[in-house]
């Protein structure tokens, strides 16, 4: 049996963490699908970014949706709904097998509307609705400033992917506005079943104490916090009021394991998997990552719902000089910047693009 199909039925959601408009033509993603239990994608600027940067698979589509008075942020939406939803249509017969667990794609909110929650509830809605499918989970940051935005978008009955979280302490803000939106629909009568996954992001964490720390710390930070949020995770599983919410309909809002590409040319290219197995959980992987665990991945033991060692590694991290708390607040931040960075630089590539169409045409 294949090392996917291993870790699929060690019950962890295996997830793609790309998506291009080659990835869909070529029949690749079909075939990962297909042989690789590929059950969900995910998107972000970043990601997006790179796609319309490589090649010309969006010219055509540029071309076409190009008009007069049309902004470059409305452009570009109408090209990735073209993608998420062709995915989604793939994945569509898992969403429908699985009864809705499995089978989503994501697609993120403008990030400069980061800070507005009013305005990313409003295009939350927008662009869920323009999708119209039942598999689309929109993505917003489990920042501060989006928690309301969260909430609100699960009361309003949007499935919803929170991004960008860093820490338990993050994780555990962004699950209590999931379920806030959730109790605040079963109060008033509505359906509680609302999708929603929360996306821990791990290997960031080692890039940032790569060479700050002891040799025998090297690539343990971003496994060992992910564990400490995994134990916060389990343990709201178990809480009154997650049971209450279950009990009335809804489902968990899973934890997702983001950012699980091996930064570090000398560990294990699947680190941050072999060392996340859970059940009830999902890992998104780059398409490289993907490929090497199909290749030599192992599923050998699942992470403790009591943290296992993580405590004591995040000890030795603070007897180091690591400000975990100090850290992760940082790393959120640089996150959301990245992502702000990326999205004007999405919409510089497009403005450069239609304008050369226009001097083609």
Not at 219 to 234: D, H, P, W
Not at 238 to 248: E, G, I
Not at 346 to 360: F, N, P, R
């Amino acid at each position: 049996m294949q090392a996917t199909t291993r870790l699929s039925a060690a019950g962890q959601s295996i997830w793609l963490d790309n998506i291009t408009r080659d990835l869909l033509q070529t029949g690749t993603l079909e075939a990962y699908i297909r042989d690789l239990s590929v059950s969900g994608l995910t998107s972000n600027p970043t990601i997006f970014d790179k796609a319309l940067r490589q090649g010309s698979s969006y010219d055509a589509s540029l071309r076409a949706h190009a008009r007069p008075g049309i902004s470059d942020e409305a452009l570009f939406f109408e090209l990735a709904l073209e993608d998420i939803t062709r995915a989604a249509d793939l994945f569509r017969p898992i969403h429908e097998r699985t009864a809705g667990v499995d089978g989503w794609v994501s697609l993120e909110v403008s990030p400069l509307l980061a800070s507005d929650s009013k305005s990313t509830l409003a295009e939350a809605k927008d662009l869920h609705a323009r999708a119209d499918r039942p598999n689309l989970f929109i993505k917003i940051p489990g920042t501060a400033d989006g928690l309301d935005a969260i909430e609100e978008s699960i009361f309003a009955g949007i499935p919803i992917n929170v991004t960008l979280l860093f820490s338990a302490k993050q994780y555990r803000a962004a699950a209590d506005a999931w379920l806030r939106g959730v109790e605040r629909r079963i109060e008033a009568g509505l359906n509680p079943n609302v999708a929603s996954v929360a996306s821990f992001f791990v290997s960031r964490w080692d890039v940032a104490v790569a060479g700050k720390v002891p040799a025998s710390l090297d690539n343990r930070l971003g496994i060992a916090v992910a564990q400490e949020t995994y134990r916060v995770y389990s343990t709201l599983l178990q809480s009154v009021r997650w049971r209450r919410a279950l009990n009335a309909g809804a489902r968990p809002q899973r934890l997702l394991f983001a950012s699980t590409g091996t930064k570090d040319s000398k560990a294990s290219d699947i680190l941050y998997v072999k060392g996340l197995v859970a059940p009830l959980t999902v890992n998104t992987m780059p398409e490289g990552t993907l490929r090497a665990f199909a290749a030599h991945g192992e599923v050998a033991r699942e992470l403790s719902a009591d943290g296992g060692d993580s405590a004591e590694v995040l000890r030795s991290f603070g007897r180091s000089g690591v400000d975990l708390e100090a850290l992760s607040a940082r790393l959120q931040k640089e996150g959301a910047a990245a992502f702000v960075t990326s999205w004007k630089d999405l919409l510089s590539v497009i403005a450069s693009k239609t304008a050369v169409s226009k001097e083609l045409s």
